[in-house]
């Protein structure tokens, strides 16, 4: 049985902590699904660790429709949330159009999208569809070119903002909200007002629940690690390892060996050559 955004929201009323990872691809999101993450996102962070752009500002909902696919085929027990890229979302019409190809093209449970207030409207119009939304506050990284600092909420302004913003999205009907790159202390006080789960991404752990980038906790995409993550695994070594192992044998004759293909019966390899010399 899938998970349920009503599941995820037990979670939090049981104080029980909720793991989210981002997937792109089938067979990544198989392995996730198998270590019982509750929530996979299919990220707009593709445009980086996948697609290769400085940003996640060039990604399509083409794009995202081809990965949510792979991602939601793979993943058969955790909750599929997809990403609405940079302006796909301007107004409630748009929103609905396209977050609607996101779930019935696609088939993932719930989009996520980005802002605060000035998204309350959409938030509200696409929940009050069925469409389940995920809010994404603090830096946002469709909006970096207009954000400079990365970490936000660090005013008192602009924490009380953040605080308004995010219970204007529970208002509006968002399940869940993602609080990313702000303080640890705004991130709490955030997290104890609202009664949806809160989920942190280099904003500490008092948030309801935690999500990372997978390419950052496996070392596959930069040698960089950022602060808000854990490496907990260095794949990219490995790979370039096994990589430069295959060139070798092959180079050296040593792969492939007679057990990586198959023989044919001698007789008939004759009669074909003869054959061919007989024309
Ligand atoms: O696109 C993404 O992967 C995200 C996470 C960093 C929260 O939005």
Redesign the pocket.
């Known amino acids: 049985m899938r998970i349920t955004i009503q599941d995820i929201q037990a979670m939090k009323k049981r104080g029980e902590r909720i793991p989210m990872l981002?997937a792109y691809d089938y067979t990544t999101a198989q392995m996730i699904d198998a270590a019982e993450i509750p929530m996979i996102?299919v990220?707009?962070?593709?445009g980086m660790v996948v697609l290769g752009y400085d940003s996640?500002v060039p990604v399509t909902i083409e794009d995202m429709l081809h990965h949510i696919k792979a991602v939601v085929r793979g993943a058969k027990r955790s909750l599929v949330v997809g990403?609405l890229p940079f302006l796909t979302y301007t107004s409630p019409e748009q929103a609905l159009h396209n977050a609607g190809r996101l779930l019935q093209e696609a088939g993932c449970q719930a989009v996520?999208l980005?802002g605060g207030a000035a998204v309350a409207p959409i938030v509200q119009r696409l929940t009050q569809a069925g469409v389940p939304v995920m809010g994404?506050l603090g830096f946002t990284?469709q909006s970096e070119n207009v954000l400079g600092k990365r970490v936000q909420g660090k005013t008192a302004d602009a924490a009380r903002q953040l605080i308004e913003d995010a219970l204007l999205l529970e208002q509006a009907g968002a399940f869940a909200v993602?609080l990313?790159l702000i303080p640890i202390q705004l991130a709490q006080a955030v997290s104890e007002r609202l009664r949806v789960p809160t989920?942190g991404?280099g904003a500490g752990a008092g948030c309801d629940g935690q999500?990372?980038?997978i390419h950052d906790m496996l070392g596959l995409y930069t040698d960089f690690v950022p602060r808000h993550a854990k490496r907990y695994r260095s794949l990219a070594d490995e790979i370039r390892g096994a990589a430069s192992e295959y060139a070798a044998e092959v180079r050296a004759g040593s792969f492939p060996t007679e057990s990586h293909a198959s023989k044919m019966n001698e007789a008939a390899l004759q009669e074909a050559l003869a054959q061919i010399n007989n024309v």
């Open positions: 981002t996102l990220g707009d962070t593709l996640t990403d996520k980005e994404h990284p993602v990313e989920i991404i999500v990372q980038v």
